[in-house]
């Protein structure tokens, strides 16, 4: 629902989020864990409001907090507990708290909270941001239809799209242990490939390291086992979005993936960004589900309402930028190489998490989904390289000369979401980054 923190004549009295081109105005307010790099090193759950992140710990000590309203989120506030203390609280409790959050930081709060507020802010530049929480289970759906498409023609060209697609949403069970925060490096990794189809597989540093688009959500309240979620009720289950790298080896996973699916092509890391964007900041962005016209079927009723249709999607721009090692050397800006829009998936956050648990899976509070690359139609809505060069065979071009089939060692890959709206304040997820480093 629209509300008044989505106002877009709010303005804060923290300089840095007037800036119209931040990710972080007052209508944002992610969540992040930080750790201070500083003397005591600790951290705290804080949100990000332009280059600051408010130190809600601190802020709550402070009493900043100290309504009966907000007594539920208040107490989850408290030194050393993860993000995902806040997942599970009522949706209702949670607006409260975020509207209390702007109303601190709005530029007319009064002077002595300002003080207050003010001295729990830290330079977002100063601190470490950390995954959320800790990340109990990990699932990466396959929701771009286009994606599908694309990956489909390399293998079967006259028949790229298999017959369970438009009808199930397809995922795999990911690894939760290897998924990393934005900035951490990533290793090259080692494992099985069969280059040459006539002679034996052999072993060693993937040769078709590629990057995967994708948005991620994690999981408020969870269901117990046995139980399910109505596709009603799937929204109030999720928290909040990140952008998500799922780094994949593609000659790994060409060899081992029939016939369970990914496995060590895809575990080795995943990439994460740090801010949670919450569902309640993403209400002015909410489009229909995909139209799937005469084309495709209806989704089954479990998968379907009227409010899923008509709002299920959601519209954020996602970029894909690349940073070589000569690029950096000879001062060469990072290079836009894909710009798709999550809007374009065949299927909705909601369908997703309700099939998850519709044979009773329990979803767990902190778990995180993510819905596979997200590419659009147009060629520059490819969101992996393998779509992008088909397959290593026609490579990409850079600013700098040189010329990438798949990733080489020292190349990043940025990610950066945003959302835009006419009448409405532009918010951004911030950045999902990540060095490739050569294998041990
Ligand atoms: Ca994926």
Redesign the pocket.
């Known amino acids: 629902m629209i509300n008044s923190t989505h106002d877009s004549t709010l303005k804060s009295w923290v300089d840095s989020a007037n800036d119209p081109d931040t990710d972080f105005p007052i209508q944002n307010l992610p969540y992040v864990y930080f750790d201070r790099s500083g003397a005591d090193g600790d951290g705290g759950i804080g949100v990000l409001i332009g280059d600051q992140a408010l130190d809600l710990t601190r802020c709550r000590e402070d009493g900043l907090f100290a309504s009966e309203e907000l007594a539920e989120v208040a107490w989850t506030l408290q030194k050393g507990a993860a993000v995902s203390n806040l997942f599970d609280i009522d949706p209702e409790a949670l607006s409260a708290f975020r509207a209390r959050l702007v109303a601190l930081l709005k530029d007319d709060s009064d002077e002595a909270t300002r003080s207050i507020v003010a001295k729990n802010l830290v330079d977002s530049k100063s601190v470490r941001f950390d995954i959320p929480c800790e990340i109990g289970d990990y699932t ?1 759906f ?1 929701c771009s239809i286009y994606h599908a498409t694309n990956v489909g023609k390399l293998f079967r060209p006259d028949n790229p799209l298999l017959p369970n697609y438009s009808w199930v949403p397809i995922g795999y069970h990911g690894r939760a242990s290897s998924i990393v925060p934005s900035g951490t490096d990533v290793i090259r990794p080692k494992g099985q490939g069969r280059p040459d189809p006539e002679a034996p597989p052999i072993f060693g540093p993937s040769r078709r390291l590629d990057y ?1 688009m ?1 948005v991620g959500f994690y999981v408020g309240k969870g269901n117990d086992l046995g139980d399910t979620i109505d596709i009603a009720d799937a929204e109030k289950h999720i928290f909040g979005l990140c952008l998500v790298n ?1 780094w ?1 080896a593609r000659d790994i996973q060409g060899w081992e993936y029939q016939p369970l699916g990914p496995f060590l092509g ?1 575990s080795f890391a995943t990439t994460i960004s740090p801010a949670v964007v919450t569902m309640e900041a993403l209400a002015p962005f909410r489009v229909p589900a995909f139209d799937r016209g005469d084309d495709y079927p209806a989704p089954l009723p479990y998968l379907s309402d009227e409010t899923n249709a008509g709002s299920g999607g959601i519209d954020v721009k996602l970029d894909v930028l690349i940073s070589t090692k000569k690029m950096r050397d000879e001062g060469i800006e990072p290079h836009l190489i894909s710009r798709s829009n999550l809007k374009d998936l065949f299927w909705t956050v909601g369908q997703m998490l309700t099939h998850h648990a519709s044979n009773g899976c329990n979803l767990q509070t902190g778990d995180l989904i ?1 819905t ?2 997200v590419s659009g139609k147009e060629d520059s809505e490819r969101g992996c390289l393998l779509e992008m060069t088909l397959g290593g065979k026609e490579p990409i071009e850079l600013p700098s000369g040189e010329t990438r089939k798949f990733l080489e060692d020292y190349d990043e890959i940025i990610l950066r979401g945003f959302c835009e709206r006419e009448g409405f304040r532009r918010i951004g997820f911030g950045e999902c980054r990540g060095v490739v480093l050569p294998a041990s």
């Open positions: 990466d396959y995967e994708e799922d994949s895809k993510a596979g690359t």
